[in-house]
């Protein structure tokens, strides 16, 4: 993906790709050193996640813009990246057309949302911020999935968790595979973010 994007970037007049990063801690680094005007931020990226990177480069650069470019089209992801700082959210998927549209409306002082994201922040706005009822919720949630989320979070391990729970491993592996099917997430770090995001870690 990252290979595609700095292909992509290159091939178009006006744009040059200055550095790619794997990870948060990575991407502040290379902020730092090169010092580029745009940054497109993965959400779900690890050390740390996309949303708590955008919040610390914009705290200490300020003028560089920066498009989330995610898969998310939940309200919670949206509304917690642009509370962060982001200047775009544009989903992975869309066309090439969109996310040059957004990078020229951040060089223009402007905010860009992907037009299939645009309904969801209306609603959100509209219920006054408040999740809709057609996005995926904790609260569907057995208390014990509820534990496993919230152990995974703290970085807990299969084994570690089935200790602490007094419950096998694979039974372990059951919850989590039930809770991310529920609440539409893909991976650890998906799960951590939307943990810490729903206050079932406070730190």
Known sequence: MRSGLEAMLESEPGYEAVGVAADGISAMRAVAE???DIIMMDLTMPRPDGI???AQIKRQHPLIK???LTFHKEDEYIRAALEAGADAYVLKDDSRT???SALASVVRGEKYLSPRIVDTVVAGYLS????????????????REQEVIKLIAEGKRTKEIATQLSIRPRTVEKHRTNLMRKLDLHNVSEVTVYAIRNGFVTD
């Open 128 to 143: 006054g911020g408040e999740v809709t009822a057609s996005e995926p919720t904790w609260k569907t949630l057995t208390n």
């Open 98 to 100: 969109e996310l040059f």
């Open 52 to 54: 708590d990177a955008i």
């Open 34 to 36: 090169r010092q580029p």
């Open 66 to 68: 920066i498009v989330a």
